[in-house]
């Protein structure tokens, strides 16, 4: 829910997460009580590490964080290819 509340406090970064995900400002509301949407907004961030940084510094967290966050969620298991 951090993270929804730093990309919606981007002016430039939140037209660029409704245009990637096709979201619109109702569905980013209702999405907030939905771990898929969550773990999509996570995704999103994840793309680009000055995101990371940014987020992160803004919140006080340490950078590993998201991800963490982000494997706790549906889909975020680690994939193991062997």
Known sequence: MQAVGWIVAQEDLLPVFLGATGANEADLRAGL???D?????L???LMDDAWVTGFCDA?????DRPMQARAALPG???VHWT
């Open 43 to 45: 995704d999103f961030l």
């Open 37 to 41: 949407f969550l773990a999509a907004v």
């Open 76 to 78: 975020g298991q680690a």
């Open 33 to 35: 009580a939905d771990p």
């Open 59 to 63: 919140a006080g967290l340490g950078y």
